[in-house]
C-alpha cells in the first residue's frame, strides 16, 4: 500500500532535501529512520527539491509499504519522530490511492521568502537581512507580470535537465509585517530549481532602484538565466504548501 507522509523540517543543517553524496540530506535522515524501525529500505520520493539552507513548514513523501511491512507500521509518526533530530518533525501519515505520486500529482505549490532589515539573533538562518529601504510598491508592481502561464527559463537554474521551462504561476506577492520584516508568498504549479530564489534576488534589484519595472518585464520574455539577478540567500526560503486532488485520499 503507497503512503503519503507529512513533515517538515529545518533546512540549516542539511545539504538540500534529496540525497547526494557530498552531504546529509533529509531524505537520507529519514529513510535512515525508517530502516531502523523496518529494518530493511523503505525508499522515500519527495514532491519536490529544496537547496542546501532552505527550510520546509510542509513537505510531502510517498513511500510503498509490503504486506509483511504493515504489522510494523503502528504508531510510525510517533516511532519516527522519536529517532529523527528536532530539525523534521513527521506531522501525518496516510494511506493514498496506488497512483498518486508526491511530486506529480501535486496541483500546485506555495513558498515564503523571509527577509529583515536589521540584525536580530533569533531570525539567524531563518530569513535572510538586507538594508533598509526597500520599495515593496515597486516591486508588487513588478511581481504582477509574473502571474500566468509562462516561460520562466530566465529564473531557472543554467543546465539544469528539465522537459520544459513553463510553469502557471496563480500568486506573487510582498507584505510587510511589523518591525522590518517582510514576506515574499509566490503561487505555482511546478517550480524550476532555483527559480524562486532567482525571482526574489531580481525583485530586489528592482526594489533598490537599480531595475525599473520595464526591464523586470524584459528579463521574464529574454528567457536567459543571465538576464535576472543574483539569486536571493538560501536561509529566508520555505516551502509552505503543497495542494493535491482530493480523490487521492484513502
Not at 53 to 58: D, Q, W
Not at 97 to 119: C, G, L, N, P, Q
Not at 143 to 160: H, M, P, V
Request: proline content about 3%; hydrophobic content about 40%; some cysteine.
Amino acid at each position: 500500500m503507497r503512503y503519503f507522509i507529512k513533515f517538515s523540517y529545518l533546512g540549516t543543517e542539511f545539504h538540500g532535501s534529496q540525497r547526494q553524496p557530498n552531504g546529509i540530506t533529509v531524505q537520507e535522515t529519514m529513510e535512515q529512520a525508517l530502516k531502523m524501525i523496518f529494518r530493511e529500505e523503505v525508499p522515500l520520493t519527495f514532491a519536490g527539491r529544496t537547496d542546501a539552507g532552505v527550510h520546509a513548514r510542509e513537505m510531502y513523501a510517498h513511500f510503498d509499504l509490503t504486506d509483511s511491512q504493515m504489522h510494523i507500521a503502528n504508531n510510525l509518526v510517533f516511532r519516527l519522530n522519536g529517532i529523527l533530530p528536532n530539525s523534521i518533525a513527521i506531522h501525518d501519515i496516510v494511506p493514498v490511492t496506488d497512483e498518486a505520486h508526491a511530486r506529480f500529482t501535486a496541483k500546485s505549490r506555495t513558498y515564503e521568502y523571509h527577509i529583515v532589515d536589521h540584525k536580530d539573533p533569533f531570525l539567524h538562518d531563518l530569513a535572510t537581512r538586507v538594508r533598509p529601504g526597500l520599495d515593496f510598491n515597486a516591486m508588487n508592481e513588478a511581481a504582477k507580470y509574473l502571474i500566468g502561464k509562462q516561460d520562466f527559463a530566465s529564473f531557472c537554474r543554467s543546465n539544469t535537465d528539465v522537459k520544459t521551462t513553463i510553469c502557471d504561476l496563480t500568486y506573487a506577492q510582498w507584505e510587510v509585517k511589523e518591525n522590518g520584516h517582510a514576506v515574499f508568498t509566490i503561487t505555482a504549479d511546478r517550480f524550476l530549481r532555483n527559480m524562486v530564489r532567482a525571482v526574489v534576488g531580481t525583485l530586489f534589484e528592482v526594489g533598490r532602484g537599480k531595475m525599473t519595472i520595464e526591464q523586470f518585464v524584459q528579463v521574464i520574455t529574454q528567457h536567459t538565466r543571465s538576464a535576472a539577478g543574483d539569486s536571493a540567500h538560501a536561509e529566508g526560503l520555505y516551502l509552505t504548501k503543497i495542494i493535491y486532488p482530493e480523490n487521492i485520499w484513502r
